[in-house]
């Protein structure tokens, strides 16, 4: 079983950064893949970024240059640095490990002036 939380989410202007966690326990290994999604109001769940067991990382195109996914294989936890940030990021991100399935519970990531 594993165990997913995210944190690090919140309120910020456009334009402004935020950096997100996603630490991971239970049967996990530092290296598995991990991927980001976002879900806003009234659309599905998309695929933000990903890394792969290698350390190859995808984004999706509307993030490409803006966000970064990255991981602490000692801390066990994945992040996504995310700049410029612009109000249709607003949504709740999610972390999934891939192998398991598991996903965290979400934080809100709000883009408002």
């Known amino acids: 079983q594993v165990q997913l939380v995210e944190s690090g989410g919140g309120l910020v202007q456009p334009g402004g950064s935020l950096r997100l966690s996603c630490a991971a326990s239970?049967?996990?290994?530092?290296?598995?893949?991990r991927g980001w999604h976002r879900q806003a109001p009234g659309k599905e769940r998309e695929l933000v970024a990903l890394i792969t067991s290698g350390g190859t990382t995808t984004y999706a195109a509307s993030v490409r240059g803006r966000f970064t996914i990255s991981r602490d294989t000692v801390k066990n936890t994945v992040y996504l640095q995310m700049n410029s940030l612009k109000p249709e990021d607003t949504a709740v991100y999610y972390c999934?490990?891939?192998?398991?399935?598991?996903w965290g519970q979400g934080t809100q990531v709000t883009v408002s002036s």
């Open positions: 239970g049967s996990i290994f530092s290296t598995d893949a």
């Open positions: 999934n490990h891939l192998r398991s399935g598991s």
